[in-house]
């Protein structure tokens, strides 16, 4: 997954974010998928000051969200539109944004499709909006918006 933040002129300057993701999931029902995502190494390229200067500072956070995932159309078709939301926490090496705090809730949706190859593999590309806030638990509250492209692969162990 990575993204860039949507707002580069407020809350804390242009940065942008990379990160690696695990997510575990079961069906809920035949178009319904409950979720547990990990995002071990989410790191953030941020500016330092305000207003943003040149100075910047990558930061390294861990994720840890639960989800759903939709899929709208009937399993006959051989690609899966999907809607997806996801919401947890996340706790960083250092303030994020940088006048915020270190630790944060996060709040994802978007769309995407999944593409079955095989009868196991089913690789996938999705659209997410991802929101970055403290909640009102510090001193401030800055909080960041950003587009997501992520691109992944769904082992299912069961054939579909």
């Given at each position: 997954?990575?993204?860039?933040?949507?707002?580069?002129?407020?809350?804390?300057?242009?940065?942008e974010?990379?990160?690696?993701?695990?997510?575990?999931?079961?069906?809920?029902?035949?178009?319904?998928?409950?979720?547990?995502?990990?995002?071990?190494?989410?790191?953030?390229?941020?500016?330092?000051?305000?207003?943003?200067?040149?100075?910047?500072?990558?930061?390294?956070?861990?994720?840890?969200?639960?989800?759903?995932?939709?899929?709208?159309?009937?399993?006959?078709?051989?690609?899966?539109?999907?809607?997806?939301?996801?919401a947890?926490?996340?706790?960083?090496?250092?303030?994020?944004?940088?006048?915020?705090?270190?630790?944060?809730?996060?709040?994802?949706?978007?769309?995407?499709?999944?593409?079955?190859?095989g009868?196991?593999?089913?690789p996938?590309?999705?659209?997410?909006?991802?929101?970055?806030?403290?909640?009102?638990?510090?001193?401030?509250?800055?909080?960041?918006?950003?587009?997501?492209?992520?691109?992944?692969g769904?082992?299912?162990?069961?054939?579909?």
């Open positions: 997954m990575a993204g860039q933040q949507l707002d580069h002129l407020n809350h804390g300057g242009y940065s974010f990379v990160s690696p993701s695990l997510t575990v999931s079961r069906p809920l029902s035949r178009r319904l998928e409950g979720s547990i995502n990990l995002q071990p190494a989410l790191l953030v390229n941020q500016p330092t000051k305000q207003p943003p200067t040149d100075e910047r500072q990558t930061v390294w956070a861990a994720v840890l969200d639960v989800g759903l995932r939709w899929y709208p159309f009937p399993a006959r078709w051989s690609w899966q539109p999907f809607v997806e939301v996801n947890g926490i996340l706790g960083a090496s250092h303030r994020v944004p940088a006048r915020g705090t270190d630790f944060n809730f996060n709040a994802q949706s978007g769309v995407g499709v999944l593409l079955p190859y009868e196991r593999w089913h996938y590309i999705a659209a997410r909006w991802y929101h970055i806030s403290n909640g009102n638990l510090g001193y401030r509250n800055p909080s960041w918006d950003y587009w997501a492209v992520v691109a992944g769904k082992l299912s162990f069961k054939p579909s």
